[in-house]
C-alpha cells in the first residue's frame, strides 16, 4: 500500500505534460504517462518518476479515438488505483494559416484532439471521483492557452477556439461537480518553450516572440507545471472554475 497520491496527465511524453509528470513524482504522486506515439520521451519520463520515488504506468492510445479513453482510465486503475487527479494536458497545433484556407479536415483534427477528448477524459473522471459516483474527489486541471482570449488571428484561430472551448469546460464543469468533490481549474500558457511550435511549422516561435512578452522572455514547461501542481494541491482547497494565466504578462 501507498499513502501517495495519483494522476493521469495527458501528452506526457515531453513538454509541460512531461514537466508536471515529473514534478508530481517529487510532490508524492504516482503518475498515469498518457501518450500518443512517443513511447521513447513516455519511458523516459516514467524512468524519471520512478527516480523520485513514484510509481508510473505508460498509458499509450490516441485520445482523440473515444474508442481508446476507457482503455486508458483501466489501465491506469489496475496499476496505480483511484484517481486522484486528472491533467487535460494532451493537444495539437497545425500550421499557421487564415480561417478562409482552414478545410474541415483541418478543424475536425484539431477540435477532436484538442476539446472533444478533453470531454470524454473529464467525464471518465468524474464518474471516478465523484463523491455520487462513491469516489473520494479529486481535481481535474485542463491545459488551455492565453491564445483562448488572444484569438490568434492570422495563425491559428482554430487552436485559440478549442482552447476558448477547454476555459467553458472548466467553468461549466466545475459548476457540475463543486458538490461532489472535485475541483475543476485551469492553466493558461503563452509563449512557452516546447516541441509544439516546431510541430506548427515554427521552430523558433518561442525565441522570436519571447523577447516581445511583457516579461521580455519566453517561459519554461516547469514554470507552467508549478501552477498546475499548485491547482492539484491543498493550497488550492477553494479554487474552482477558474483559470491561471502563466504568459509572462501577455
Known sequence: ?????????????????????????????DVGVGYRSDETGARAVAADVAAAG?????????????????????TFHAALGPLDALINNAGIVDVAARVEDMDAARLTRMFTTNLTSAFLM?????????????GAGGVIV????????LASGGQYVDYA???AGM??????????????GIRVAGVRPGIIDTLIHAK???????????????????????????AVLWLMSDSASYVSGTNIDVAGGR
Open 167 to 180: 476555459d467553458v469546460l472548466t467553468k461549466g464543469l466545475s459548476d457540475e461537480v463543486a458538490g461532489q
Open 142 to 149: 485542463n491545459i488551455s492557452s492565453v491564445a483562448a482570449r
Open 200 to 226: 506548427g511549422g515554427e521552430a523558433d516561435r518561442a525565441d522570436r516572440i519571447g523577447p516581445m512578452v511583457p516579461m521580455g522572455r519566453k517561459g519554461a514547461a516547469e514554470e507552467v507545471a508549478q
Open 54 to 74: 513514484g510509481r508510473a504506468v505508460l498509458l499509450p492510445g490516441d485520445i482523440s479515438d473515444p474508442s481508446v479513453i476507457p482503455g486508458v482510465f483501466e
Open 161 to 163: 477556439a478549442s482552447k
Open 122 to 134: 473529464a467525464g471518465q473522471a468524474v464518474r471516478r471521483m465523484g463523491t455520487h459516483h462513491g
Open 1 to 29: 500500500m501507498t499513502d501517495r497520491k495519483t494522476v493521469l496527465i495527458t501528452g506526457a511524453s515531453a513538454g509541460i505534460g512531461a514537466a508536471v509528470a515529473r514534478m508530481a513524482a517529487k510532490r508524492g504522486y
